[in-house]
């Protein structure tokens, strides 16, 4: 049976709309603390701003089975993102510096893409976006 297409845009666009305000930074990002405050460490060298507050972590949270082992699930600005790689291991090393953390593990998605509502209201002033 193939697959069902809603054919109304309307309905998609508040569909797509509620699951990226679910990933807004603005309504914080799941996961302890201390995790998001190291990713937050993180500067995004074309914007000049760091990952969280760009909206491009959508979830950190450590494994259920290893405590030392952290799961990040981000995005890019874009998915030729050219500062791509860079944000990725920096990421990485963030977190592998803490302590507690022995492992860090980074998942790119671009489900929901990225797009300027899943910034934080200081990372819109302080690129102009009103």
């Known amino acids: 049976m193939p697959d069902e297409v809603n054919e109304n845009p309307e309905e998609n666009q508040d569909a797509t709309e509620e699951q990226m305000s679910a990933f807004s930074a603005f309504r914080g990002v799941g996961g302890d603390e201390t995790?998001?405050?190291?990713?937050?460490q993180v500067i995004d060298p074309e914007l000049n701003i760091n990952i969280?507050?760009?909206g491009l972590v959508y979830d950190v949270k450590r494994s259920d089975e290893n405590q030392a082992?952290?799961?990040?699930?981000?995005?890019?600005?874009?998915p030729a993102c050219p500062a791509g790689p860079q944000i990725?291991?920096?990421?990485?090393?963030?977190?592998e510096r803490l302590d507690d953390v022995d492992e860090a593990s980074i998942q790119l998605t671009m489900s929901p893409p990225w797009?300027?509502?899943?910034?934080?209201?200081?990372?819109?002033?302080e690129l102009g976006i009103f």
Request: proline residues 3%.
């Open 35 to 40: 995790l998001v405050d190291a990713l937050k």
């Open 52 to 54: 969280v507050d760009l």
């Open 69 to 78: 082992k952290v799961n990040v699930s981000m995005t890019l600005t874009s």
């Open 88 to 95: 990725i291991t920096q990421a990485k090393m963030a977190l």
């Open 115 to 125: 797009s300027p509502e899943l910034m934080t209201d200081d990372a819109r002033d």
